[in-house]
């Protein structure tokens, strides 16, 4: 089942942690918007329920947002989509017939009463399972599907280190949350999404489109900002769209704003040229060095170039300190047997 889930490959320049910015496109979709698959405001149309999605745990719905957990310790929301996604038959050709492109657009505003430490975040997910709530922030972990992590606390850095990961699980790998997600995460970026709580919301717009998934943020700038891209997704149709989050012993809201998901639109010939240009780049570079990739089932994770020669003199190293222990013992040893002739 891992191999027939996703084949991931990182385009060279996400590789560097490069994060990119173009012109504001605007916040709202420019193709098509699924209306059995959107959430915007006004949220409930009738009595207390919202069409086609389902709330549970913290989550709270007000008049101008959707709050998944409040401002306290140990709470856990979700809202995910009652539908499964599924595009008509003919809108998917029969080649791919597996995949289902889609463009989500988010706002959303994670703010609360924390200066210098605060968490835990909130998650985006397009997965077989739904309303499952688990350790994976509010979600169940050991997931099958898409997985984008906003993660307000750094366990690794035992600080506030702001990232944004995703992973794509086949139902058996699981999130690690000591080391933030380890090797799970096959890309992501250091972005400060988390703002006051007197600020307008912010923006991110996730697109997967011909098999690759991109994702843009702003953060009220007026660009949008790269934060990933990855290619070789495999996504089929029949998944669920879902938000989740939750806190720990540090604590944040988490609000949802709009949640609009929609048919994606053609990239700009300079925006597409310039995608092309660095999927051709990270293609020669695999062709170059096929090594790079180490396999892991699904997953196509790379290494630094440099690791080879790294790990070089990791050995120098290590083979100098094993000389100089024996040669200190040698040493230590002809001195106690010279030592011993003298005790009588």
């Not at 077989?128 to 606390?153: A, H, W």
């Not at 639109?265 to 060095?289: C, G, S, T, W």
Request: aromatic share 12%; with cysteine.
């Amino acid at each position: 089942m891992r191999s027939t889930m996703t084949a991931v490959l990182l385009v060279a320049a996400t590789l560097l942690a490069v994060v990119t910015s173009r012109k504001s496109l605007g916040h709202d979709p420019a193709g098509y918007v699924y209306q059995h698959h959107t959430v915007a405001h006004p949220y409930m149309n009738s009595g207390m329920d919202i069409p086609h999605w389902r709330i549970g745990g913290s989550t709270l719905v007000t008049d101008s947002y959707i709050r998944l957990t409040p401002d306290r310790q140990s709470r856990r929301g979700y809202l995910w989509n009652s539908r499964p996604y599924k595009l008509l038959a003919t809108q998917v050709p029969e080649d791919e017939g597996s995949m289902s492109d889609f463009q989500l657009d988010i706002s959303f505003h994670v703010h609360g009463q924390g200066v210098r430490l605060y968490g835990d975040g909130f998650a985006v997910w397009y997965t077989k399972e739904s309303e499952e709530m688990g350790p994976v922030f509010g979600n169940r972990d050991k997931f099958t599907g898409l997985g984008i992590f906003f993660d307000t606390y750094s366990n690794v850095q035992q600080g506030h280190q702001q990232y944004i990961s995703v992973m794509i699980g086949d139902g058996e790998q699981a999130y690690d949350h000591d080391v933030d997600g380890g090797d799970a995460k096959i890309a992501g970026c250091p972005l400060r999404f988390r703002s006051r709580s007197d600020e307008v919301p912010y923006h991110a717009r996730i697109i997967y489109q011909d098999k690759i998934l991109r994702m843009h943020l702003d953060l009220n700038t007026g660009n949008w900002h790269e934060c990933f891209v990855v290619r070789r997704v495999h996504l089929p149709p029949g998944y669920h769209f879902g938000v989740t989050a939750a806190t720990g012993d540090l604590a944040d809201n988490h609000d949802i704003i709009s949640f609009k998901v929609s048919e994606p639109v053609e990239m700009d010939p300079e925006e597409k040229k310039e995608l092309m240009d660095r999927i051709h780049e990270d293609e020669v570079l695999e062709q170059k060095n096929p090594d790079q990739l180490l396999h892991k089932g699904q997953d196509i994770q790379y290494e630094n170039p440099d690791a080879e020669g790294s790990w070089f003199w990791v050995g120098v190293v290590v083979v100098v300190l094993i000389a100089a222990t024996f040669g200190g013992l040698f040493v230590y040893s002809k001195s106690q047997q010279k030592a011993s002739r003298f005790n009588f």
